[in-house]
């Protein structure tokens, strides 16, 4: 990491919390982190979110939460998320069994 010149960090969000749990832990970590940057020897002019799948929606939502909030982000790193309020799309219905995710299972994290 020290030729990339970054400073990793994760986060544990509650796990089976009904939204919105999850992004008010993400982002509040991100204010927090935001907020203490310099003690930790992190530029704060320089953080960034990513995340995949569900990681990668909260990664979002907390960009856009940032942008609001006066907190500039060096960079978004989002690997397949969920952008989108619904799932009745055509690759949603073509590819609701098979994989790991089933369409009944997405059904459920929507409701």
């Given at each position: ?14 796990r ?46 907390c ?49």
């Amino acid at each position: 990491m020290r030729s990339a010149r970054c400073s990793p960090s994760t986060i544990a969000s509650r796990r089976k919390h009904k939204f919105p749990t999850a992004v008010d832990d993400a982002f509040d970590a991100l204010v927090w982190l935001h907020a203490h940057a310099a003690e930790y020897g992190i530029d704060a002019g320089r953080l960034a979110v990513g995340g995949d799948s569900a990681g990668g929606t909260l990664a979002k939502v907390c960009a856009v939460l940032a942008r609001d909030a006066g907190i500039a982000l060096a960079l978004q790193m989002l690997i397949y998320p969920g952008t989108t309020g619904y799932q009745q799309t055509d690759s949603h219905s073509r590819l609701a069994d098979g994989f790991l995710l089933s369409g009944e299972t997405i059904q459920w994290f929507f409701e």
